[in-house]
C-alpha cells in the first residue's frame, strides 16, 4: 500500500491553517502532521483542536540551540513515521498535482529504485496587493513566476522514509536509490542540494506564495526562519525590502487552483462546523488541552539525532557536508 505523511512547521500562521490542511486533505496524505514552534496567536489550540477530532496529529516543536526548528520537527518527523513516504511542506506552499488526482496514485506508477520525487517550485508574487483582502491564498494571488525562473529550481520533495539520511527542507539526503521529477526525469541537482538544474512543472509542481501581499510579507520576517536556530543573526532575514523586490514575481497570470477553490472552502466549512460542535463536550475541551500542553513533550526530551549511519563518535553534520558524511560512512540503510 502506497501511503504518506505530509509534515509542516507552524508559527502564529493561525489565518492560513485551515485553507491548507483542508486543501491537502484532497490529495490523499494518510496523516498530516503539524509542529507548533511556539505560536502566540492561538494557532496552537487550534491545531490541537484539530487533532482531537482525529484530523491532524499536533506536536509542539519550540525552538532549540544549534539548528532551526524544522531540523528537529522534520528529524523527529521521519522517526515516528507510519507510512511508507513522508514529504515537507511549509505552510505558504501547495502541491499541485497535473496526471494524478492523489499523491498516492501518481507514486504508485514509479519502481522500487526510486526513492524521492521531487517536485520544482512556482513561485507567485504579490499581485500588486498591499494589503491581505478578502479571500483564499489561491483565490487572491494569481500572479506567477515564469516556470523557468531560476528560483524555481528548488525542490520539495516526497522521499521513503526509511530511505532517508539525512533530512534537508528540499530534498532529504538518501541512503540509497534514486531522485526523480514527476515525469519521471532523473532529478540531477545543482551546486546546492535541493536546487535542481533542470526546472520540470508539467506533471506536478509546488505553488510557492512566498511574499503574498505586502503587509503578510512583514509578517513573515518577523516570525523568522524556522531553519535558523533562535539567537542566531540570520534568524531574521536582511533587507525584507530587496528579498520582497526579487520574490514579487507576478509574471503570469495562473488561475490553475481557482477551480478547486469551491472544494476547498466547502472542506474548511465543515471543519470549523465540527470544530464548533465538538466545542460543548467537556471530554474534546479536555483532549485538546492536554494535546495542547503535552504534544510533543517526547521528542523534547530525547537526544536530537538524524536518521543517518554515523561512526562511533562521529558527529552529525550541516545538511552542506552531509552528502561527504554519507560517503564515508557508505551509502547504508537508515537505522
Not at 496529529?57 to 522534520?74: E, H, I, N, S
Request: charged share 25%.
Amino acid at each position: 500500500m502506497t501511503d504518506v505523511t505530509l509534515v509542516a512547521c507552524a508559527k502564529n500562521e493561525g489565518p492560513y491553517l485551515l485553507e491548507w490542511i483542508a486543501y491537502h486533505r484532497r490529495l490523499g496524505f494518510k496523516e498530516i502532521v503539524v509542529y507548533d514552534n511556539g505560536s502566540t496567536d492561538g494557532s496552537a489550540k487550534f491545531l490541537a483542536g484539530l487533532a482531537a477530532l482525529g484530523v491532524i496529529t499536533f506536536r509542539r516543536q519550540p525552538d532549540r540551540p544549534r539548528r532551526g526548528p524544522q531540523f528537529y520537527a522534520y528529524t523527529d518527523a521521519v522517526r515516528c513515521c507510519r507510512t511508507e513516504w513522508v514529504m515537507f511542506l511549509d505552510l505558504d506552499e501547495y502541491l499541485v498535482l497535473e496526471r494524478a488526482s492523489t499523491l498516492p496514485e501518481l507514486l504508485r506508477r514509479f519502481d522500487d529504485e526510486v526513492s524521492q520525487v521531487g517536485f520544482n517550485w512556482r513561485v507567485f508574487g504579490s499581485s500588486g496587493r498591499k494589503d491581505p483582502g478578502e479571500g483564499l491564498i489561491i483565490e487572491r494571488f494569481l500572479s506567477a513566476s515564469s516556470p523557468q525562473q531560476a528560483v524555481n529550481g528548488h525542490l520539495k520533495s516526497v522521499t521513503r522514509c526509511d530511505r532517508i539520511a539525512l533530512v534537508n527542507v528540499h530534498a532529504p539526503f538518501l541512503s540509497e536509490g534514486i531522485a526523480v521529477h514527476p515525469d519521471e526525469t532523473p532529478v540531477q541537482f545543482g551546486k546546492l542540494h535541493g536546487i535542481s538544474q533542470e526546472i520540470r512543472p508539467a506533471a506536478g509542481r509546488v505553488h510557492h506564495y512566498a511574499v503574498k501581499s505586502e503587509t503578510e510579507f512583514l509578517g513573515k520576517i518577523a516570525r523568522g526562519r524556522g531553519t535558523i536556530a533562535a539567537g542566531q543573526p540570520q534568524k531574521k532575514r536582511g533587507n525584507p525590502a530587496q528579498l520582497f523586490k526579487s520574490l514579487d514575481l507576478n509574471d503570469f497570470h495562473c488561475p490553475d487552483l481557482l477551480a478547486v477553490a469551491p472544494a476547498v472552502r466547502a472542506d474548511m466549512a465543515e471543519l470549523a462546523a465540527r470544530l464548533e460542535a465538538a466545542e460543548a463536550s467537556p471530554l474534546f475541551r479536555l483532549s485538546r488541552a492536554l494535546r495542547q500542553r503535552w504534544s510533543g513533550i517526547g521528542q523534547r526530551l530525547r537526544v536530537p539525532t538524524a536518521r543517518i549511519a554515523l561512526k562511533p563518535g562521529e558527529q552529525l553534520r550541516p545538511s552542506s557536508e552531509a552528502a561527504g558524511t554519507i560517503a564515508r560512512v557508505g551509502r547504508k540503510k537508515a537505522l
